[in-house]
């Protein structure tokens, strides 16, 4: 399973018009890819030198394949409709990850071997 996870600081001044934005059509068009099963969005609970606050999307997608034609077939349209939008009021970072090992509290030894 691979997460891609898109970190955006939004300035104070565009922030209620992106949050609604990005719950109810931005998430839901990268959803509607069919690349990704799921997407987490949480706030960031730092505080940042730079001000604004700073939101997290974690986009679950099965395969490195899936996230790959996403790049091709979608990121480009998605990403300029947020930069028409909200311009420099935003600034992102993308970050890939792998999911190793999921742990559940109930797991009794959470996985590891003695």
Not at 82 to 109: C, N, S
């Amino acid at each position: 399973m691979i997460i891609y996870n898109v970190t955006i600081n939004i300035d104070d001044s565009a922030h209620d018009e992106w949050l609604e934005w990005m719950k109810t059509e931005h998430i839901p068009q990268v959803l509607a890819t069919g690349k990704f099963e799921k997407a987490t969005f949480s706030k960031v609970l730092v505080e940042e030198d730079l001000g604004g606050i700073t939101y997290s999307v974690q986009y679950r997608c099965k395969s490195r394949e899936a996230l790959n034609a996403y790049y091709k077939e979608d990121a480009e349209k998605l990403r300029a409709e947020g930069l028409k939008k909200f311009g420099d009021k935003q600034l992102a970072f993308r970050t890939e990850m792998e999911i190793v090992h999921e742990y559940d509290a109930g797991d009794e030894d959470f996985g590891f071997r003695h």
